[in-house]
């Protein structure tokens, strides 16, 4: 770091210690507002506060566009959430008591924050306010001697102070006094930023002192009037099917946990990249399957996404507890981390989306040595399906099944199912070094726990404890319930899923009285699709046939069971679509389908 930089911070108020902390990102806004400032004043960087008048056409979004990466022309008023805000803090304005009239709005990088402050400026022009606009806290320096009412005449009716990026510089006394300390009853301020400056004890803790919206009300919900204008914008493209496009809508609502950017590019690229659009006329499952594809996931406008929303923050550290948090074994301070990134849901107690999921687990690298594999080409599809799970389990560790850890461990709700298959899920990764594997949304009823693409065209669901119950039409965790997505129920409704390389791995890790339930599936025309790890016994099974002992290599077995490959092991055929539907729809009753359905196998599993 050059002299005049570090200049440049220490101008800026930072003391030593704080500019050693900052993230690679803040260093680098800050840098570009460091350049920015010679290049202005030739002689070095001018030391005074920067608050000027906002003026639309010189804001850096003011198409409301995302100018690096574009969402081409769509354009959101979010009138609803700018009038809440602005209705919030003129109620602050008109009261004797209380804090000042100050607002922190909180999110993840690029869920809209910005976009939102020069919504909100321009509102508040509109209703005679004069408006100061910062696009960075780092330009707010702080001299000796300097007051608000040097950058602000007193005299001004309405004044609104709007302040971007303030993460970028914690400490400033520009940003301390608007947001705390001001009494001043014509002044409105509104902050941005992501969470990282409300969660460490060497940076000022202001949240006390205001009110603060979090990412939660910066995300687009389903039900909301963005989504319908969102809706309504690309349906006008003509590009697909009106209903196609409110179902891809919802989906990548979903898959994205809602974040502003990367939902409004997923909804862009699928209907305007003539790749996508095919796959969007087909089905959800088959666009589905190109997002998660080789393709696209290798494209340019790929990275773009992945830059925009992330930019530097998957350092190692970073990577390495958002792993933990996945994996069930995460400490009070991995979620802390998650939330200082806003990777982290409130109201849920989860990480963000599935789409911040895989993009954790697409990091995971295959491991080196002799135990890493690779799918082979044109080999039977049932084959590779079973070598993924196989290898998945072979990897996998006792810390993987843990139920939650003692000790220094937040309550989260992140079910343990969703934990283990994320497990098994990094296993795989680490074990196949050509796979892509990846969760698929739950947005829509038929999509599965793993799409695996590429040399492996397959769909593995997993679950945990499921059990075949007497009556099929119970709901929850039962086996038939779960296989029946994959089958037509008659011949005028298709299967709610595409996949027809698919299958069921089924981790039974409860405790040996709950084990007393299981029952293998005996049925030949439905074992071909269930697998059933049996944790007790470090088993494999595929169907009623043990296929496997130790099924994970670092856990020891009293019995061991040498592994032969599918292709040398005698199955029955999959089932005709005719034969599938006779199991789930030609009996009467209850009981009756489910005779038809399976043959229990009275052998229970010890």
């Known amino acids: 770091m050059n002299s005049g930089f570090r200049a440049y911070l220490v101008g800026a108020g930072l003391s030593d210690a704080q500019i050693a902390s900052l993230s690679p990102e803040c260093l680098l806004s800050a840098r570009r507002d460091f350049q920015q400032s010679i290049q202005t004043s030739p002689a070095g960087p001018v030391n005074k506060s920067v608050l000027s008048l906002f003026e639309e056409n010189t804001s850096r979004n003011s198409k409301l566009a995302f100018p690096a990466y574009g969402v081409g022309t769509v354009e959101l008023k979010r009138q609803k959430l700018v009038d809440e805000f602005i209705n919030l803090l003129e109620g602050e304005l008109v009261s004797d008591e209380g804090p000042p009239a100050s607002l922190y709005i909180q999110g993840m990088k690029a869920s809209g924050k910005t976009i939102l402050l020069e919504l909100l400026a321009k509102k508040l022009q509109a209703k005679g306010y004069r408006v100061y606009y910062s696009m960075s806290a780092i330009g707010l320096m702080t001299p000796v001697g300097w007051s608000l009412k040097d950058s602000i005449p007193v005299n001004d009716d309405k004044v609104a102070v709007l302040i971007d990026e303030v993460q970028s510089n914690p400490a400033s006394v520009v940003i301390h006094e608007l947001l705390k300390d001001t009494k001043r009853k014509n002044l409105i301020t509104i902050a941005a930023g992501i969470p990282l400056i409300l969660r460490s004890d060497e940076e000022p803790n202001i949240s006390s002192k205001f009110k603060f919206k979090k990412s939660a009300e910066l995300r687009l919900q389903s039900d909301s009037q963005e989504m319908q204008e969102l809706v309504a914008h690309w349906q006008g493209l003509n590009v697909v099917d009106s209903k196609v496009v409110e179902d891809v809508c919802v989906y990548l609502q979903d898959y994205c946990g809602g974040h502003f950017f990367s939902t409004v590019k997923l909804m862009e690229y699928a209907f305007t990249m003539p790749a ?195 009556n099929p039409d119970v709901k929850g965790q039962s ?128």
């Open 479 to 606: 086996m038939p319930e779960h296989l029946k997505r994959f089958f037509p129920s008659d011949n005028s409704v298709p299967a709610k899923s595409e996949w027809t390389n698919f299958a069921v791995l089924n981790f039974v890790v409860a405790p040996g009285a709950a084990k007393k339930e299981l029952v293998l599936p005996a049925s030949a025309s439905l074992r071909e699709h269930v697998y059933t790890y049996v944790h007790d016994d470090n088993k494999l099974y595929h169907g009623s046939e043990l296929i496997k002992c130790p099924a994970v290599l670092s856990l020891q077995s009293q019995t061991p069971h040498k592994y032969v490959p599918l292709s040398k092991r005698k199955m029955a055929k999959m089932p005709s679509p005719g034969q599938a539907k006779a199991f789930f729809s030609s009996a009467s009753d209850g009981a009756a389908a489910m005779s038809r359905l399976v043959h229990f196998s009275r052998r229970l599993v010890r």
């Open 276 to 470: 996508a659009i095919e796959a969007a006329a087909k089905s959800m499952d088959a666009l589905s399957k190109y997002f998660l594809g080789h393709e696209f996931q290798e494209s340019k406008e790929y990275r773009n996404l992945l830059h925009r929303c992330f930019g530097e923050d998957f350092d190692r550290d970073t990577e390495d507890r958002l792993s933990r948090t996945l994996a069930g074994q995460g400490h009070s301070s991995d979620i802390t981390a998650m939330q200082r990134l806003g990777w982290w849901s409130e109201e849920k107690q989860d990480v963000l989306s599935t789409f911040l999921r895989n993009v954790c687990l697409s990091r995971i690298k295959s491991a080196s040595g002799d135990d890493v594999i690779q799918l082979k080409v044109g080999s039977d599809p049932k084959e590779n399906m079973e070598t993924i799970i196989v290898k998945g389990l072979e990897g996998m560790q006792m810390s993987d099944f843990a139920e939650g850890r003692k000790g220094d461990t937040p309550k989260t709700s992140i079910p343990v199912a969703d934990s283990l298959s994320f497990n098994w899920g990094s296993s795989v990764k680490r074990a196949i070094s050509n796979i892509r594997i990846q969760f698929q949304s739950r947005a829509r009823e038929g999509q599965v726990d793993f799409a695996c693409n590429g040399v492996a065209d397959c769909a593995i669901e997993t679950q945990r404890n499921a059990t075949w119950p007497v």
